[in-house]
């Protein structure tokens, strides 16, 4: 019986495609600026689950993607590798906005180098990733990816004017999750359909896989907020409530308050006037109102509506991984 966790059966799948794709990210991230790859190194070197480029390099082998020339780096690896540097530099600008002391475990890079040095190195990334997708020459990939950067733009500026509002609606908080999280999933899945001269239906359909991966795994963010250990999330747990984010589980909490927890919530969330008890009196009224099983609960539909996506793909064991790893992200600890 096989225990390994679907993601690492997705990398041991294309373990042969990873390896070119982590060569390419090293390569690609040096500069002759000694800083600017010291600060690339410092986050992507550190890892993560480089699940982005991952969906990239499997939608186009979904669809039947082979590389036609040899001695050169693979279509589906190069834009793979401009997938995970755009990830990087948004990861980089959040930091720096979000005040943020950890990612993945370590210091983020904002607290190693400063505010001003993890912006630019963001840019560096951001005009690399650019460049890639220059060099790779499709129009079609160009629009896909800049569409998916300018809606991610919005998202964080539109969670900007919901922070501290407890009005916001359900709605509202799936718009601001697409844009942040979401759009560059879809974008990772259909560039892998583009990659491999797929057609529209195969396109459309990896772009709603990837859509709505994205947001069960925004979702299972929010709820490990308030659910995980610091050591297995790899940064500070209560970071959304200290910031006062709104979230699915803070939504589910509110909406089923009494009037004294409503004045609790508007409290801390709205007018940020939090004592060191807050967060354990809110994680209380969060696991009251089973706001977290409502979260993923959410987010399972989204992930199931992932797997029905992709339901005309033949069958066989990347097509498995497919449906494997969207209900995975929903029961994942970190």
């Known amino acids: 019986m096989d225990t390994k966790e679907p993601l690492q059966k997705l990398l041991d799948y294309l373990a042969s495609d990873m390896e070119l794709c982590n060569r390419l990210i090293m390569d690609r991230m040096q500069s002759s600026v000694d800083l600017v790859s010291q600060l690339a190194a410092h986050l992507i070197v550190a890892g993560g689950k480089r ?8 939608s186009a082998r979904l669809c039947g993607y082979e590389q036609l020339s040899q001695g050169s780096m693979p279509r589906h690896v190069r834009l793979a590798t401009s997938i995970e540097f755009l990830h990087t530099s948004t990861l980089l600008h959040d930091d720096v906005v979000d005040e943020s002391k950890l990612r993945r475990g370590a210091d983020s890079a904002n607290v190693v180098f400063g505010n001003a040095a993890s912006v630019l190195g963001g840019d560096f990334l951001f005009a690399r990733a650019f460049q890639i997708m220059t060099e790779d020459g499709s129009l079609d990939v160009m629009r896909v990816i800049s569409q998916a950067c300018a809606t991610i733009a919005e998202g964080e500026l539109l969670q900007m004017t919901t922070q501290n509002d407890l009005s916001t609606s359900i709605a509202r908080y799936y718009e601001v999750i697409y844009g ?34 994205g947001m069960a795994f925004q979702l299972v963010d929010d709820a490990l907020d308030y659910s995980a250990k610091q050591e297995e999330l790899g940064k500070t747990v209560g970071d959304d409530f200290r910031e006062g984010k709104i979230t ?87």
């Open 51 to 58: 699940l982005r480029p991952l969906l990239t390099l499997a």
């Open 180 to 213: 942040k999280t979401a759009a560059l999933f879809a974008a990772s899945c259909r560039v892998g359909a583009i990659v491999a001269d797929s057609t529209v239906k195969d396109e459309e359909a990896l772009e709603n896989y990837g859509l709505n991966l």
């Open 248 to 334: 699915y589980p803070i939504l589910i909490a509110y909406q089923k308050a009494d009037a004294e927890e409503k004045k609790f919530w508007e409290r801390v969330i709205e007018s940020c006037d939090q004592t060191d008890q807050d967060l354990e009196h809110a994680l209380s009224l969060i696991n009251k109102h089973q706001a977290l099983e409502e979260t993923l609960k959410e987010a399972m539909s989204f992930a199931n509506k992932a797997c029905d996506a992709i339901r005309h793909f033949p069958e066989g064991e990347l097509h498995s991984l497919f449906e494997e790893i969207a209900r995975y992200t929903v029961t994942r600890h970190f």
